[in-house]
């Protein structure tokens, strides 16, 4: 007897199954319900079609109705809604042009996918201009409206998962303003934190508005304006809403079909659900994590196809079980290729799995061969060292290694076994120690323990418990990047001359740019009767790890303000420098190196694979007091130009100038605010003010506990760790500060400011305003606000945002400095 099959939707997982059902039987009934008007579609390229990359809508289509129909006997039903399930009569009811009418069934297969989450925003019913993607009828409407509206210029994304950042590099390459809110910590879930950072740096690099920790709340003036949770408003000539998905589970419960909390249908391990002769597939249903053996969803084609291959094969006799998920995905974001596989950090802790954390930063083929990348990699290793998730972002080869860790660890190897595989090897695709390789090492040296570690988020809890940290930088990268506060800093070529001046009767926790350097100087001093730990990953997974995207925002907006104008820095000549391939510091010593060879004057284009260039070059340039003329992305490298500093200029006699051997000092100010005590802030703004009525230029420079005085009083945002910590106990603003002394609780300093009120002095929070109304210049310092957890958006308005070098620039050119 033959039997009918029929299955509600196509796409990735109803198309799977129907044309294997039908290779495995070719006397099968095959029928198809698809409720909108195209079978199967590329879901995955729908954002590259906005963007033009995919220019040929046409080719966003896989499979037409005439050849499943044609090729395969399989009956297609396009435009056709099954609205009711009969389980008892294995009946269904099929709306189709405006009517209903009725089958039967024999087994019935639900593959009706999942639809985008679309809350009830206040607002939202009166836009026009706000839209989702997840079929090509979303991304039709989304084309039409942009032809329609040629001059629109601010787009909104709201959602940081794959399609919003996705659709964020479509808008932007559109020629659009492109602001990506996001209401969490961080975009792209599937990434813990500090890998994120890479994503947020690039994000920002390449003049995407990042507002994270932002909720949208609502719409006005016809969804042209996005209202926040902080109160925020927005411009918004175009919204993409890209807040996830649910089940579309509705018919599948109207027939009472289990399913879990969220809405996703319950299977067992053959893909039947609680009702017989029913079976799910695809995004619709709950599926198993491979690591964690937790339920969950997971929206990917690759598992979605495969699940409907081996639902056929169930059905006709082939014992193929639904494996356990690792969710092994890959995107692209600008330049950056960001992939991974299995759990995260959260989900490990979620579950209680113990594990260890290695973050490394490889090239992505030999150094010397063009165009090699670093690749920033993080892989998650248990006990027993097996491979419990693997993550990865860059340019180049990033898809490679994680495909490559996927597969090793769907097989049960453990991570020093990746040190034995071998990687198809030449300079243009890969490295004789490949990154993979690199891995197995690390675990290898953990196994063996040979090296301890500490993690980037340790770092700040042992600063204030006044640790003992080696810095093993040379001084030419000390330049680009201080050491971390109260650092021993010696070379490591010098490590065994000095062995003298380390402790040995306390932990000693080493770090350098990347890891392997601080590793090696473990070896050294774990041999020597040190107790030493180092800093997996460097310094550059901590900075990574400590990055601000709300500064960073306002160092862009104040910089878009004062645009260096490259007229200014005239030379004839350009010399060009590649340092692609090259590993932090190596770029950074390059142009030190290159530099030196240069005439006053001259300028020197730097072309770097490494994207924290982009941000070093800013701070070597100020340290050496050379100008950057330019700082870009372009592509997958960082292009800047620095032209060489003039020097001072020498009279006819060939004496030397006054100005050649005394700096330019004028009557001026400067003073470092390191604390946050009421009468010290008195006393500094009072001298500030002072200066200023004299005509003077005066620089605050707020850092550590001076940060509390020009810290907003009605800002409160939401924290974690240590950042959450200093939140609760710095003063928030100027009314919540201390006395130094007899504050008594508080009853000093209100006594105090009832002296000042009686004698007609001014309120702090006055003296804060009288005081930028007269030109003092205010800057916060970035490093201390990094280390503390405050945001730009904590501080008061009209602060700068800076360093060390923006103080010493100024304070070199004053004749008065204090520090209060």
């Not at 067992?268 to 937790?294: C, M, R, W």
């Not at 740019?513 to 020597?528: K, P, T």
Request: with cysteine; hydrophobic share 40%; charged share 20%.
């Amino acid at each position: 007897m033959t039997e009918k099959y029929v299955i509600i939707g196509g796409v990735a997982g109803g198309a799977s199954v129907a044309t294997r059902l039908r290779r495995l039987n070719e006397d099968a009934q095959i029928v198809i319900y698809e409720a909108g008007p195209y079978i199967s579609f590329a879901n995955c390229g729908l954002p590259y079609y906005i963007g033009k990359k995919i220019t040929e809508r046409q080719n966003l289509l896989v499979e037409s109705v005439a050849d499943l129909q044609q090729d395969f006997q399989i009956e297609v039903h396009v435009n056709s809604e099954v609205v009711k399930i009969d389980p008892q009569n294995k009946q269904l009811t099929i709306k189709e042009n405006s009517r209903n009418t009725q089958t039967n069934y024999d087994k019935l297969i639900l593959s009706p996918g999942a639809k985008p989450i679309i809350p009830t925003f206040p607002g939202l019913n009166m836009a026009d201009n706000v839209f989702t993607v997840r079929n090509i009828p979303d991304v039709d409407r989304i084309k039409k409206y942009l032809e329609q509206q040629p001059k629109a210029q601010h787009a909104c994304i709201v959602g940081g998962g794959f399609i919003g950042l996705e659709m964020a590099e479509n808008l932007h390459d559109l020629g659009m303003n492109v602001t990506l809110i996001e209401a969490r910590s961080q975009v792209m879930p599937n990434l813990d934190f500090e890998m994120a950072q890479f994503v947020h740096q690039h994000l920002q690099a390449n003049g995407v508005k990042l507002l994270l920790n932002t909720k949208l709340t609502g719409f006005a003036a016809g969804g042209k304006q996005l209202l926040l949770a902080e109160g925020q408003q927005l411009k918004a000539d175009i919204v993409i809403l890209a807040l996830g998905i649910k089940p579309n589970s509705q018919l599948a419960k109207a027939a009472g079909i289990k399913t879990d909390q969220r809405g996703f249908i319950t299977v067992d391990e053959h893909f039947q659900t609680s009702l017989p002769s029913i079976y799910a597939i695809g995004d619709v249903i709950a599926v198993k994590n491979a690591v964690t053996s937790q339920l969950g969803s997971i929206a990917l084609a690759g598992p979605a196809n495969r699940q409907g291959r081996y639902l056929a094969d169930q059905l006709q006799g082939i014992d193929h079980p639904n494996p356990a998920v690792w969710g092994t995905a890959v995107a692209k974001i600008f330049a950056l290729t960001v992939a991974a596989t299995g759990a995260t950090e959260r989900q490990l802790q979620a579950s209680k799995i113990p594990f260890q954390a290695l973050h490394l930063h490889p090239n992505s083929h030999a150094g010397y061969y063009p165009g090699a990348a670093p690749i920033e990699m993080k892989v998650l290793i248990g006990v027993k060292g097996e491979i419990l998730g693997a993550q990865a972002v860059g340019t180049n080869g990033v898809d490679k290694r994680i495909d490559v860790i996927a597969t090793a660890a769907k097989f049960g190897a453990h991570a020093s076994q990746l040190a034995d595989i071998e990687i198809a090897y030449a300079p243009p695709y890969a490295s004789a120690k490949d990154p993979v390789n690199y891995v197995g090492y690390l675990a290898n040296n953990l196994q063996q323990k040979l090296v301890k570690t500490i993690q980037w988020h340790q770092v700040d809890p042992l600063l204030r418990q006044q640790a003992v940290f080696l810095d093993v930088r040379t001084p030419d990268e000390l330049l680009a990047e201080t050491p971390l506060p109260g650092a021993i800093t010696i070379e490591r070529s010098q490590i065994r001359n000095n062995l003298a001046k380390l402790p040995k009767n306390k932990p000693l926790y080493v770090y350098c740019s990347v890891g392997l350097r601080g590793y090696n100087v473990c070896r050294i001093l774990q041999q020597h009767g040190f107790d030493v730990y180092n800093l997996d990953g460097g310094l550059k997974t901590y900075q990574t790890g400590k990055y601000d995207p709300t500064i960073h925002q306002q160092q862009r907006n104040l910089t878009a303000k004062k645009p260096i104008d490259p007229s200014k820095a005239k030379m004839a000549e350009t010399i060009e420098l590649d340092a692609c391939g090259l590993q932090c510091p190596g770029p950074i010593l390059k142009v030190k190196e290159q530099m030196g060879r240069l005439s006053a004057g001259q300028k020197l284009r730097v072309t770097a694979s490494d994207f924290g260039f982009y941000q070093d070059i800013v701070a070597w340039a100020a340290a050496t007091k050379n100008t950057l003329v330019k700082n870009e992305i372009k592509g997958n490298q960082v292009v800047a130009v620095l032209q060489k500093k003039v020097a001072a200029k020498v009279e006819n006699s060939g004496k030397p100038t006054k100005s050649m051997v005394e700096p330019n000092i004028q009557q001026g100010t400067t003073m470092v605010v390191f604390d946050g005590d009421f009468d010290k802030a008195i006393a500094s703004l009072i001298i500030a003010q002072g200066a200023a009525a004299m005509g003077q230029p005066v620089t605050m420079f707020f850092t550590f506990w001076g940060l509390s005085i020009i810290r907003k009083p009605d800002v409160k945002l939401a924290k974690q760790g240590a950042a959450k910590l200093f939140d609760q106990m710095l003063p928030r603003g100027t009314a919540k500060l201390n006395l130094s002394k007899m504050n008594f609780g508080g009853i000093g300093r209100n006594l105090m400011k009832k002296i000042m009120r009686n004698n007609q002095v001014d309120q702090l929070e006055i003296m804060l305003k009288k005081a930028q109304q007269a030109g003092v210049k205010m800057v916060a310092c970035t490093m201390s606000m990094n280390l503390m957890g405050i945001t730009a958006a904590e501080l008061i308005d009209n602060v700068e945002l800076g360093g060390v070098a923006t103080y010493l620039g100024d304070a070199s050119q004053r004749n008065t400095n204090l520090f209060i």
